[in-house]
């Protein structure tokens, strides 16, 4: 008797996905997610990893941001220089497994403001209930990157996101580390105006809303709970 085979997941095109979607397959990234994603790498390795495709990401994600022009000296000339403008960049953590990507963005975005929402996910319903917020009062001045490492059902990032523009935020992103199409779908179907950044999009999610193949729960990896 022949040995039962696994049926191929469906192949995602990026036709397929949100348009607002922004897949970012840098081969040091794709390199450092295959390992995060196996079983056997110990927490201690999964965040000092988390941390470096954190930084990597923040790359993509801040490629449009504005400059303005200032006039500096160098050891040997002036010259007009670009430098950051206007208000700086508000990283909000999705507790409790946001905090392993703000580690890695803060490495490089020092002067962000942090804000955090608290949300868990009821583990019958898997509707998202929040349980904390605090976000910096200039919010509205800045862009907010919203940072959850997995888009799985999608209800917290939308719900983090609501939050967000509650608070008078217009400018908006969320980063996530690995997103499940349906997440995708039900992020942009409630907020079609903001883009998702994601290292991977995955096939599905099973019966209990985990990402598959994904890397587990984030949150138990980051922190060693499980």
């Known amino acids: 008797m022949n040995a039962p085979t696994t049926a191929a997941p469906p192949i995602l095109t990026e036709a397929s996905l949100p348009p607002s979607t922004v897949v970012v397959d840098h081969p040091l990234i794709q390199h450092k997610l295959t390992l995060m994603r196996r079983s056997r790498t110990p927490a201690n390795e999964f965040r000092l990893l988390l941390r470096e495709i954190s930084m990597l990401l923040a790359y993509e994600v801040t490629r449009d941001m504005p400059t303005e022009t200032i006039e500096i000296?160098?050891?040997?000339?002036?010259?007009?220089?670009?430098?950051?403008?206007?208000k700086k960049l508000c990283l909000v953590s999705v507790l409790r497994a946001g905090g392993g990507i703000l580690e890695g963005m803060l490495e490089i975005l020092p002067a962000a403001r942090v804000g955090h929402v608290g949300l868990y996910r009821d583990p019958?319903?898997?509707a998202a209930v929040e349980y904390y917020l605090k976000l910096p009062r200039d919010i509205s001045e800045r862009t907010a990157l919203i940072l959850d490492p997995m888009l799985a059902t999608g209800n917290s990032a939308a719900a983090a996101v609501s939050e967000v523009k509650a608070a008078g935020c217009h400018s908006i992103k969320f980063v996530c580390l690995i997103a499940a199409p349906e997440g995708l779908t039900t992020l942009h179907d409630a907020h079609p105006d903001v883009p998702v950044y994601t290292a991977a999009v995955d096939s599905h999610l099973n019966e209990h809303g985990y990402i598959v193949p994904g890397i587990g729960d984030a949150g138990d990896r980051i922190f060693g709970t499980k």
């Open 124 to 126: 019958v319903s898997l």
């Open 73 to 86: 000296e160098t050891p040997l000339a002036t010259m007009q220089a670009p430098i950051l403008a206007g």
